[in-house]
């Protein structure tokens, strides 16, 4: 089979999937869906610099508050942002930012995220290794603190709400196709094997000339563009936003995602993310009060007990996760052979 | 600024670099062995807060519950090491350094289902809150008890690193894991040896944080550990001394540039990452350190 009638024929599936999908579940489960959706898009990217790139980091959480903040400011008309405020009036260049159409509010959100990933990179890839990881770590609490402290532009903790814009899963699901499409093309193209290079030995790239900052500031503003997209369509869908969301805890469930599906595997990476988005949702009842006894408080934290677990055993015993580096296409070129 | 305030944010600073220097030398401790920044440790602290407040309010004195609470935080690290870094001491770096952040998810997440995550009041006993006035300086008696523990703890790491068998031994790690081996020393129970002074010290931190800002909550190692380890990193990470001093200069810092500013008050968590990235930019090394990938204690 050719591979551009295989590629036809995934498409055309997955636009049939995307066009029907509204008719076929319930409201719940279309929000569900739609969640999902995001975070594949939003693991997608980060495992383009996580996995593929192999630059450990953990700014996810960052780059998603950019763009849900920008997307989220764009579309509040003005006068229920004068109304929302209640700390401080919007600064004039709040009030100025305006558009009806969501694809202009989404993109911007992506841009900016891109612009600040471009000036991220300067500073944070003269490190490596774990020093990048914590650098980057930094970079989302940052954002947070930057969030809360600057009640003129994002309304403080209080956040923003009643974010209403007609979003339906043609745009979830349109963009994460458009995401996927785009990152296995990356990974296939020379840009990717660049990007492999410097993940397997960044010195033996460096000595091939490939220039590996530049490979791996193209991995991070790409990452960040369709995380900050990403960021934009969780603003829309669940409609309100505080900077408590975009804390560590989106970059953990991310981390978890990309680790599962094997860092460095797109099809890996869509596979977990409906495991780990479906098993958070079947084990929501964890968290009611009285469970284990425990008393009548209710308890968040079990759920994410159970699944540092899981994080840890994987690490432990199946380091590759569920396909490794490899697409799950190649395993099918194997037996070819 | 007037003098008596002058004074006063010194003894703050002092108190505070005190707590950040407890908790980085774990950090150094760790990554001068193993090559990992334990992201767990931070929690450790948390652990050993938390310990205290249990037995404390179990009816334990606080005295006797504060050795506890060391002593199960040392357990915790050890246990950390046995079961989630030891089976990854040959694998590449980046799965331990995952391992590392899912313990540390899931000691937070333990302790919030088994202590829920709203904040928990701290009252330690009077002796330890009792406030002097020295002139215009207010002095809570913890304030001054903090640096002088601090002080005599790093005698005795140092100490045990410079003067003793085990010190040896934790040196001659940080060179080169195989080679010691190969000379005979436990190397695993070397490095359990690590996690226990490592864990123990940032259990004491913790306990101090608690006492000088009464509420603790399952979340409160996440950023005083990251300010600790930014602390290890400004000093020169794998440098024991380094660790201490740049924990004082992050503490002394964090007093004075809000003193001095107050609307940047909101933005204290966040100085330490500017440090941070300011110090991996022109200074790798750190104040201490000598190269970031050979570093020696």
Do not use: C
Not at chain 1, 9 to 38: E, H, R
Not at chain 1, 272 to 289: K, N, Q, S, W, Y
Not at chain 2, 167 to 196: C, N
């Amino acid at each position: 089979m050719g591979s551009l009638v295989r590629n036809s024929i995934f498409i055309a599936v997955a636009v049939a999937f995307i066009y029907f999908a509204g008719d076929v579940f319930g409201s719940y489960k279309m929000f569900l869906i739609n969640t999902i959706g995001i975070y594949a898009i939003l693991a997608l990217s980060y495992n383009l610099i996580n996995g593929v790139t192999g630059q450990f980091s953990l700014e996810p959480n960052g780059f998603v508050a950019i763009g849900a903040y920008f997307t989220a400011i764009l579309l509040l008309s003005t006068e229920s942002k004068i109304d929302m405020y209640a700390l401080v009036d919007p600064s004039p260049i709040v009030l100025s930012m305006h558009t009806g159409s969501l694809a202009i509010a989404l993109l911007v959100g992506g841009v900016a995220a891109t612009i600040i990933a471009l000036l991220l990179s300067l500073p944070v890839f003269r490190v490596r290794g774990d020093y990048l990881a914590i650098v980057t770590l930094g970079f989302g609490f940052i954002i947070r603190i930057f969030a809360i402290n600057n009640p003129e532009f994002t309304n403080g903790a209080m956040g923003l709400n009643d974010i209403s814009s007609s979003i339906n899963f043609y745009w979830v699901g349109g963009i994460l196709l458009i995401t996927f499409i785009v990152m296995l093309n990356i990974i296939y193209s020379k840009y990717g094997r660049a990007m492999k290079s410097v993940r397997d030995d960044e010195d033996a790239a460096t000595a091939m000339g490939i220039n590996t900052f530049k490979i791996k500031t193209l991995a991070f503003m790409t990452s960040a563009f369709f995380e900050g997209i990403g960021g934009g369509l969780l603003a829309v869908l669940i409609t309100t936003i505080t900077p408590d969301q975009f804390s560590f805890l989106l970059t953990f469930q991310l981390l978890i995602i990309v680790v599962l599906g094997g860092l460095g595997s797109m099809s890996g990476t869509l596979i977990a993310t409906i495991l780990v988005m479906v098993g958070m949702e079947a084990l929501r009842f964890l968290d009611e009060p009285n469970i284990l006894g425990l008393g009548n408080e209710a308890h968040p934290g079990l759920r994410m007990v159970i699944f540092s677990v899981i994080l840890i055993v994987v690490m432990l015993f199946a380091r590759r996760g569920l396909l490794g580096d490899r697409e799950l296409l190649d395993f099918f070129k194997k037996s070819k052979k | 600024m007037d003098f008596s305030i002058f004074l006063q944010q010194l003894v703050n600073g002092a108190s505070l670099g005190s707590m950040y220097a407890l908790i980085a030398i774990g950090y150094t401790m760790v990554y001068g062995v193993l090559r990992l920044i334990n992201f767990a440790h931070g929690d450790f602290m948390m652990v050993g807060a938390f310990l205290t407040l249990f037995g404390y309010s179990a009816g334990i004195p606080f005295e006797l519950s504060v050795l506890l609470a060391i002593v199960g935080s040392a357990f915790i690290g050890v246990m950390t090491d046995k079961i989630a870094y030891k089976p990854l001491r040959d694998a590449p770096k980046i799965s331990l350094l995952i391992t590392a952040i899912g313990i540390s998810f899931f000691l937070e997440n333990l302790f919030i289902v088994l202590f829920g995550a709203t904040p928990k009041a701290f009252n330690a006993p009077e002796y330890l809150t009792k406030v002097f006035h020295v002139g215009e300086i207010y002095l809570p008696i913890s304030v001054i008890i903090i640096p002088i523990v601090t002080v005599l703890i790093l005698t005795f790491i140092l100490y045990i690193l410079y003067k003793t068998k085990y010190g040896m031994a934790i040196r001659a790690l940080a060179f080169d894991i195989p080679t010691v081996k190969l000379m005979g020393v436990d190397a695993d129970r070397i490095i359990m040896i690590v996690f226990i002074i490592g864990s123990s010290l940032a259990a004491i931190g913790g306990i101090f944080y608690a006492v000088s800002y009464p509420s603790i909550d399952p979340l409160m190692g996440i950023i005083v550990g990251l300010k600790a380890f930014a602390a290890a990193v400004l000093g020169g990470i794998g440098s024991v001394t380094g660790a201490v001093l740049g924990g004082f200069i992050l503490g002394f810092t964090e007093i004075f540039v809000v003193a001095m500013f107050p609307e940047l008050g909101g933005y204290k968590d966040a100085f330490a990452f500017f440090f941070l990235i300011l110090v991996l930019l022109f200074r790798p090394t750190g104040i201490m350190g000598e190269d970031l990938e050979r570093s020696r204690f």
